[in-house]
């Protein structure tokens, strides 16, 4: 079992850079496939990004393409999403989750979640 627990929402201009950090407790985080998923106000959670077992392998949402970076650092136990050029658009709730299967864009998938921190991206 892994718990996660988010940081480094925040407010931040159009334009602007946020880095989301998600700690995870318990020895065997690197056998984890890790994800940043993201819901707004009134919409669905959707994903955003993903990173395999070694950090070798990533994925990302159409729509953060080129934009954010997902990393993970397995000796410290963290994930983190480097978020730059943000649009108001981009504002959400951004939730960190964890599966031990394969990658995923669906959120059904993941076993376990974060409690959420909030971005918020002014124009």
């Known amino acids: 079992q892994v718990h996660l627990v988010e940081s480094g929402g925040g407010l931040v201009q159009a334009g602007g850079s946020l880095r989301l950090s998600c700690a995870a407790s318990?020895?065997?985080?690197?056998?984890?496939?890790t994800g940043w998923f993201r819901q707004g106000p009134g919409k669905e959670r959707a994903f955003v990004a993903a990173i395999n077992r070694s950090g070798g392998s990533t994925y990302y949402a159409d729509s953060v393409k080129g934009r954010f970076t997902i990393s993970r650092d397995n000796a410290k136990n963290t994930v983190y999403l480097q978020m730059n050029s943000l649009k108001p658009e981009d504002t959400a709730v951004y939730y960190c989750?964890?599966?031990?299967?394969?990658?995923?864009?669906?959120?059904?998938?993941?076993?376990?979640w974060g409690q959420g921190t909030q971005v918020t991206v002014s124009s």
């Open positions: 318990g020895r065997t985080f690197s056998s984890y496939i």
């Open positions: 989750a964890a599966n031990l299967g394969r990658h995923s864009p669906y959120p059904e998938h993941y076993d376990y």
